[in-house]
Nanobody
Framework: QLKLVESGGGLVQPGGSLSLSCAVSGTELQYHATAWFRQAPGKEREGVSC???????DYALSVKDRFTISRDNAKNTVSLQMNSLKPDDTAVYYC???????????????????WGQGTQVTVSS
């Protein structure tokens, strides 16, 4: 059974950094697209970044040049390095995987089949 587990969330001051990790079991990530989404209280779930099976990446404009997504095929994990964090980045962050997604046309929740439980990221002084 496919399972995704996020880790690495926490409390960080504005301008700080955090690295999130998504560990996947039950499938090999290198054959799937994987994405990070986030949802702040009272807001809709937002696509943050994705990496396709071929390694191409996409980012929301709000995080471009601050966040970096990467995949470790040996460890079957996908990471999200978040730098220059802002209070607006506060949200629960979810990873999700899909067979066909991350085609450079945006990051959409309905394209992803399997989801983790999420990890809280709070950016506050």
């Amino acid at each position: 059974q496919l399972k995704l587990v996020e880790s690495g969330g926490g409390l960080v001051q504005p301008g700080g950094s955090l690295s999130l990790s998504c560990a996947v079991s039950g499938t090999e990530l290198q054959y799937h697209a994987t994405a990070w989404f986030r949802q702040a209280p009272g807001k809709e779930r937002e696509g943050v970044s994705c990496i396709s099976y071929s390694g191409t990446t996409d980012y929301a404009l709000s995080v471009k040049d601050r966040f970096t997504i990467s995949r470790d095929n040996a460890k079957n994990t996908v990471s999200l390095q978040m730098n220059s964090l802002k209070p607006d980045d506060t949200a629960v962050y979810y990873c999700a995987t899909a067979t066909f997604a991350c085609k450079g046309r945006g990051i959409y929740a309905h394209e992803y089949d399997y989801w983790g439980q999420g990890t809280q990221v709070t950016v506050s002084s």
